[in-house]
């Protein structure tokens, strides 16, 4: 069956949002610049040989972003800052204690 709507799912460890789920939070590809990538690869905890980065369907979600990291273009769409790592995870305590 040809799936016109594509899922987005984060790929960090232990966090299961996905645009279904989550539709008002954004997803965000892999930067192409290798360096770049790889700080993201190993800020997620993923270095190794097991993960893959998928064109269209791995992802970080915004969740992991400083808000100061996201913006939100003309066209209504979020985007990451560049340079922008992200940095909020659940081992890092991420969102606890907060509101
Ligand atoms: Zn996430």
């Known amino acids: 069956m040809a799936q016109s709507k594509r899922k987005c799912y984060c790929s960090v460890p232990s966090?299961?949002?996905?645009?279904?789920?989550?539709?008002?939070?954004?997803?965000?590809k892999f930067p192409v610049d290798a360096e770049k990538r790889a700080r993201w690869v190993r800020a997620i905890k993923r270095e190794g040989p097991s993960f893959k980065i998928l064109r269209g369907s791995t992802f970080v979600c915004s969740r992991h972003f400083a808000p100061d990291d996201v913006y939100t273009?003309?066209?209504?769409?979020?985007?990451?800052?560049?340079g922008a790592v992200p940095s909020g995870f659940h081992w890092n305590d991420w969102g606890k204690g907060k509101g």
Request: glycine share 4%; net charge positive.
């Open 15 to 28: 966090c299961s949002n996905n645009k279904q789920k989550f539709p008002y939070l954004s997803f965000h």
């Open 73 to 82: 273009t003309a066209s209504g769409r979020n985007r990451i800052r560049q």
